[in-house]
């Protein structure tokens, strides 16, 4: 049996769910929970939530909404793991053990962070103004959702890559001081997945203004449709689906046969009126099943409260021995038990893996990664000469990403981070 790759994703609660979030990340996300082979961490990000926002109605709405969408949508709640974030105190803690492993400088370089300094800047201000330390330390709350579960994968907005190898850093570090404890993340962009255009034509966000809420009723959704921007082109009239926001939103939730018809529909000068009329019918038809389970879950957040709680203690079985090992690696322990002597010490050559070469019987030359102990950390293809095969050992010695070797692979068994762990514990002791 081979482990599963785990997937993890999270909503901040500060707004109404929208359509970009639907089409974004509610419906990826519940389509994506049904693979086999994968195991899926999604969750309601209100810790993250505090920092945007200081309205404890807001959040407390925003956390129901967002919760009540994603079920509504139909998510399997016996087959993910499904919280909120703000039940598992493993995650603050471990946030704790991951800031006293940040470099300041890292996260001095978080773009969000940088724009809100830059915007003082550029408004003669003092640079610090209204930046609270919470959004200085967002990337690493973020790591600790993302570590706390030995994610692999973490599906996001472009926006957000750059959290996620900042997530990275901060498990390496980690990993190089206590010991291979965290799987290194990876953001997972899905091009596949539509970014939706607002009202106004760009981004669909609450903070534009411009977002149309997934579960307004129809006839406001209808009139919300209407005041999409258009061009001034007369019924009769050809029209460009290039650039029209109404174009890009239907064909979220078209087939690949209906955004044809409409594509035909614009060129023979479909009247506007009637576009929106055709996009307001293909999202109720994909809505409306899923709006009276969400009316019913608002009229009842007890239910919502139950399956969340229900959820959370899904995950603490996960987090809680996580954590217990994790405080232990970094010597938060009891004070009786006995310390660990036999722990290898940074710069003992004795206790470092190697690399091995070597010729088979197929005449090529190879190469494995070796502990002490006998154990094969990584293995080599074969190559053509001795001078090949050490230049691939010379490059990851240096320190190069694993998969720019992709000729030599991790052992079954054997996770990045234990190889990358090995080879900076060789390289430290250079
Ligand atoms: N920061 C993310 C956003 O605003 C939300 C989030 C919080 C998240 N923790 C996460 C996303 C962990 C992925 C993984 O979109």
């Known amino acids: 049996m081979t482990e599963p790759i785990r997937f993890l994703t999270g909503i901040t609660t500060t707004g109404t769910p929208h359509l970009g979030n639907y089409v974004g990340a509610i419906r990826p996300t519940v389509q994506a929970s049904l ?18 926002c200081d309205e404890p109605a807001r959040i407390q709405r925003s956390t129901l909404e967002i919760a ?14 499904f919280y909120r974030q703000s039940d598992i105190p493993e995650i603050p803690e471990l946030t704790w053990l991951l800031t006293c492993v940040t470099g300041k400088g890292l996260l001095n370089r978080a773009h969000a962070y940088k724009a809100a300094m830059d915007k003082n800047a550029a408004s003669g201000a003092d640079t610090d103004t209204d930046v609270t330390a919470g959004l200085f330390m967002y990337p690493v709350l973020m790591a600790a959702d993302i570590v706390m579960f030995n994610a692999h994968k973490v599906p996001v907005g472009r926006d957000q890559v750059q959290h996620i190898e900042m997530a990275r850093d901060m498990a390496a570090s980690f990993n190089h001081l206590y010991g291979p404890h965290f799987t290194l993340p990876e953001a997972q962009v899905d091009e ?24 307004a ?13 258009t061009d001034s082109r007369a019924p009769g009239e050809p029209k460009d689906t290039e650039g029209s926001a109404l174009f890009q939103i239907y064909q979220a939730f078209a087939s690949p046969q209906e955004a044809d018809a409409l594509r035909r529909a614009y060129a023979d000068g479909i009247a506007w009126g009637q576009a929106k009329q055709v996009l307001f ?33 899904k995950a603490r079985a996960r987090a809680q021995p996580f954590m217990r090992s994790l405080r232990h690696a970094v010597g938060l322990r009891d004070l009786a ?19 091995k070469q070597y010729r088979q019987a197929d005449g090529l030359h190879y190469f494995k990664l070796v502990e002490p102990g006998g154990r094969v950390l990584l293995q080599s293809a074969g190559f053509a000469s001795p001078r090949e095969a050490g ?10 990403p694993l998969d720019s070797a992709p000729d030599a692979q991790a052992a079954p068994g054997v996770t990045e981070a234990e190889i990358v762990h090995a080879l900076t514990r060789m390289r430290d002791s250079e």
Request: aromatic share 8%; with cysteine; charged share 25%.
């Open 35 to 52: 693979r086999p082979g994968t195991e899926n961490f999604y969750f309601l990000a209100d810790y993250h939530a505090l920092i945007k």
């Open 68 to 81: 009540a969408c994603w079920i509504a949508a139909g998510l399997d709640l016996d087959k993910v793991f």
């Open 192 to 215: 596949s997945v539509a970014t939706l255009p607002g009202l106004d034509g760009r981004k669909m966000s609450k903070s534009y203004d411009n977002a149309i809420p997934l579960f």
């Open 217 to 229: 009723p129809p006839e406001q959704m209808r009139k919300l449709i209407a005041g999409i921007v």
């Open 281 to 313: 019918e293909r999202i109720d038809r994909e809505i409306a099943p899923m709006r009276a389970r969400y009316s019913e879950l608002l009229a009842h957040p007890q239910e919502v409260e139950r399956l969340l709680r229900a959820g959370a203690q």
């Open 337 to 355: 038990a006995r310390t660990d002597a036999a722990a290898p010490r940074k710069h003992d050559k004795s206790t470092l893996a190697q690399f």
């Open 391 to 400: 230049q691939r050992i010379a490059q990851l010695r240096q320190g190069d």
